[in-house]
T-cell receptor
Framework: QKEVEQDPGPLSVPEGAIVSLNCTYS??????FMWYRQYSRKGPELLMY????GNKEDGRFTAQVDKSSKYISLFIRDSQPSDSATYLC??????????FGKGNQVVVIP | DAGVIQSPRHEVTEMGQEVTLRCKPI?????LFWYRQTMMRGLELLIY????????DSGMPEDRFSAKMPNASFSTLKIQPSEPRDSAVYFC???????????FGEGSWLTVV
């Protein structure tokens, strides 16, 4: 079993819809949970960073962590065409070693 | 800041040739990472340096791969000899301290034919 599981299926949504992405993990030692956004032919860039269970909001983005279920989510409200990208979940044990999910390609259709 | 700088951005080479990828981390960052991204396996950590010293190279696929960090501002990833299955995007990333934001470069797109 991989440490981080992210169903890599593509997702197409109409502009304005809510995008919901999630990952599960198996290693309870993970302490830091992140979502990276990767535009086509670019490197990943950090979008959201959380440390504890619960919700964290940043504008239209909400990251949710449930450590008891080993489950994290990312919600994008009022999605825009500029949100079209691949979204990767990532987790770290505090030793700078990031474990990534495979990513979800999101397309927001105008 | 200019961010993490990688070169070359694109490389097409023939099987058996040596490939050298280069990285300049963000100034002041003490940790440097090399990642490989493929459709099949996603992003995989190849090697991690801290203060120019390799800390974890368990992700390096085989002896054909080697990485060096001669100083705080430069690192190389070398593949010799290259094979078609090495075709991937190779990312360099850096960070300061531990548990902080890791910044990625724009990647080196390698095609081995």
């Amino acid at each position: 079993q991989k440490e981080v599981e992210q169903d890599p299926g593509p997702l197409s949504v109409p502009e304005g819809a809510i995008v919901s992405l999630n990952c599960t993990y198996s290693n309870s030692a993970f302490q830091y949970f992140m979502w990276y956004r990767q535009y086509s032919r670019k490197g990943p860039e950090l979008l959201m960073y959380t440390y504890s269970s619960g919700n964290k909001e940043d504008g239209r983005f909400t990251a949710q962590v449930d450590k008891s279920s080993k489950y994290i989510s990312l919600f994008i409200r009022d999605s825009q065409p500029s949100d079209s990208a691949t979204y990767l979940c990532a987790m770290m044990r505090g030793n700078n070693r990031l474990a990534f999910g495979k990513g979800n390609q999101v397309v927001v259709i105008p | 800041d200019a961010g993490v700088i990688q070169s070359p951005r694109h490389e097409v080479t023939e099987m058996g040739q040596e490939v050298t990828l280069r990285c300049k981390p963000i100034s002041g960052h003490d940790s440097l990472f090399w990642y490989r991204q493929t459709m099949m396996r996603g992003l995989e950590l190849l090697i991690y340096f801290n203060n120019n010293v390799p800390i974890d190279d368990s992700g390096m696929p085989e002896d054909r791969f080697s990485a060096k960090m001669p100083n705080a501002s430069f690192s190389t990833l070398k593949i010799q000899p290259s094979e078609p299955r090495d075709s991937a995007v190779y990312f360099c990333a850096s960070t300061e301290g531990s548990g902080n934001t890791i910044y990625f470069g724009e990647g080196s797109w390698l095609t081995v034919v």
